[in-house]
């Protein structure tokens, strides 16, 4: 008994980091749940084309607002279209919204936070107001006049989502990198003259990873929703192509006869937001070092 | 206190003057000659120049800023394109209706988030706590617009209990005013409660392991008086400075709120504007939302201090 413990004892510690965040992760269920619906999302988006049964454009007018049936599963909208299909189709717009976002948010937040971090004092003050002062507009509103600014698409709704979410991860590299530089092992890597670009990708970036990778789990659930807030006012993906949003916002016509067209797509969001919320939970916790 | 008020507004300066470089700068994003995107339809040469000479695009950039800012500083946002008035009366008409969904958003969010937070601490581990932490993740996952449409399709189309949409002044007809803003209302508040609920509860649990706490406990006090009259009061301190900092995020969400019941307020104001391409109103509301958040933020660094003794110090 006592060997074994020793030996897992010494598994564990051999274990990388990411592995023992994932181990750590499949414990929680819920992040786990949250997990498998992510993934079964993104199946559902990359092989749309496959697993819809109609084509998502293709209107039916004899079969107009039909409700849910065996041949249409989730009913037909104001055009006869299948809005399982749609649904399934919708997924594209809304993952890609969060990733691409997210991702765009990343590229720029994480070079300025690194900079504002370990750049002199004045850098710092300049991106920290600038930072201040993008986190100053609310969240929607801005991303609502950048998107009125730049045009309604797809395109530019990530854009706008994108920008606006850049300071959150400018704010969060500045914190994580004032609080990882002062450690003996950057110390170290500046007394063996490791130039201050390396050090920052080389030493500082990996360790501040973990928190980044949370928030970019939480922020993809808020573009998700972005991204439908918007195309729900008409300034994200635009008609014929399907969009939760915008799927929403025609529902909101026919309520009276025709509820089933605001039930699904609006599960839709609210799965995909839930799923990513867990999962950033589920994260937070198995990345914490103060779980080990 | 005075030199942290002080030093408190010196830091806004530099804040503000980011905040108006930033929505300025939102019109050199307009693709191609703004003036023919703020002119829409309008393709009159006449009526071209007009537009550069009153918004200056034949300037130079630094200049167009200049005369912006020194605008707004005198309280010129602009003038609607569409309704030819000006932007700052348009904003002063609209701002109460979403003040009053805002405030109302926050009491039933306070009601609703804190004793909900309460409750989950106090039944920690139980089947409460986990219903409690169900529904606040729920609360945070629901988009309001969807929230919005499934509880008119609820209370206006099939029970009738109230209308779908429109707004009355509360000045006109309480009751009816009431009536018509309690469900947008709720939606508005909803994510935030869940907010509130996740805080408080955490701030409660940090109350009730604390010394004070067992100090209380140890007098032989009722657990009633420990956790509402010791705990609780300590716990809501950041609550309520939240509570303050969340009217700004409110101010985004009545957006969609108002959209989805037809409520003409802020919100509503600037989708209408995006739509007709009515660019000072954009800019003039995003401004407007910015500074009121900003000086909330302000008020309530002010209130912690205020409440916190060993801040004031």
């Known amino acids: 008994m006592a060997v074994s413990d020793a030996l897992l004892s010494v598994e564990l510690r051999d274990e990388s980091p990411g592995a023992r965040a994932w181990r750590r992760l499949l414990k929680r269920k819920s992040a786990v749940l949250g997990l498998v619906i992510i993934v079964l999302l993104v199946v559902l988006a990359i092989f749309a084309p496959l697993i819809a049964p109609f084509d998502p454009t293709q209107q039916t007018w004899t079969a107009v607002r039909k409700p849910p049936s065996l041949q249409h599963w989730f009913g037909t909208d104001e055009s006869g279209r299948d809005l399982l299909s749609r649904v399934i189709f919708g997924a594209r717009a809304s993952l890609l919204a969060g990733v691409v976002s997210v991702s765009i948010a990343l590229g720029l ?38 998107a009125a600014f730049l045009g309604p698409s797809l395109q530019n709704a990530m854009i706008a989502i994108g920008v606006t979410a850049t300071p959150i991860f400018v704010r969060l590299t500045r914190g994580q990198v004032m609080a990882v530089k002062v450690e003996d092992y950057v110390e170290a890597a500046r007394a063996v003259g490791n130039p201050p670009v390396r050090i920052a990708v080389k030493h500082i970036l990996p360790n501040i990873l973990p928190a980044l990778i949370v928030q970019a789990t939480i922020s993809i659930a808020t573009a998700v929703i972005a991204e439908a807030s918007l195309s729900f006012l008409g300034l994200g993906q635009q008609p014929p192509a399907p969009s939760w949003g915008s799927m929403l916002n025609t529902a909101q016509r026919f309520l009276t006869n025709a509820p089933w067209m605001a039930i699904w797509p609006g599960l839709a969001i609210f799965l995909a937001v839930l799923s990513f919320n867990i999962l950033g939970d589920g994260l937070r916790d198995a990345l914490d070092p103060k779980e080990r | 206190m005075l030199p942290f008020l002080g030093k408190r507004l010196l830091q806004l300066v530099p804040t503000l003057f980011f905040v108006s470089v930033i929505i300025f700068g939102l019109q050199q994003l307009l693709p191609g000659d703004p003036a023919l995107a703020m002119a829409g339809e309008e393709r009159d040469p006449a009526v071209l120049e007009q537009i550069r000479k009153q918004y200056r695009l034949d300037q130079p950039i630094y200049l167009q800023y200049a005369y912006w800012v020194g605008g707004v500083l005198c309280g010129d946002l602009g003038e609607s394109m569409r ?123 940090q109350a009730m392991g604390s010394d004070y706490v067992r100090t209380a406990r140890a007098k032989g006090l009722a657990e009633r008086i420990v956790v509402l009259k010791h705990a609780m009061r300590n716990a809501l301190t950041p609550v309520i400075t939240l509570g303050a900092l969340e009217l700004g995020t409110l101010l985004s969400g009545a957006v969609l709120t108002e ?51 060993r801040l004031r110090s």
């Open chain 1, 109 to 146: 937040g994480v070079p300025i936070g690194l900079l504002a971090g370990y750049g002199g004092k004045l850098t710092d003050m300049l991106i920290s107001r600038i930072t201040d002062a993008m986190l100053a507009c609310p969240f929607l509103i801005l991303a609502i006049a950048l």
């Open chain 2, 83 to 205: 309704l030819k008035e000006p932007v700052l009366t348009l904003i002063a008409q609209k701002f109460p209706v979403t003040l009053q969904l805002a405030l109302m958003a926050i009491v039933i969010s306070l009601l609703i988030g804190v004793t909900a937070g309460v409750i989950s601490a106090v039944k920690k581990d139980t089947s409460i706590d986990y219903a409690v932490n169900l529904v606040a993740l729920w609360g945070i996952s629901t988009p309001n617009f969807w929230l919005g449409i499934m509880l008119i399709f609820l209370f206006a189309v099939n029970l009738g209990w109230l209308p779908a949409s429109g707004y009355v002044s509360p000045f006109e007809d309480f009751w009816l005013s009431l009536q018509t803003t309690i469900l947008p209302a709720f939606v508005l508040g909803n994510s935030f409660a869940a907010v509130l609920m996740r805080h408080t509860r955490s701030a409660m649990l």
């Open chain 2, 259 to 309: 959209q989805v019941f037809s409520i003409p307020g802020f919100g509503k104001l600037i989708v209408d504007s995006v739509f007709n391409r009515d660019y000072a109103v954009v800019q003039g509301v995003t401004l407007i939302t910015a500074t009121t958040y900003i000086l909330l933020n302000l008020l309530a660094d002010i209130a912690y201090v205020l409440v916190n003794p």
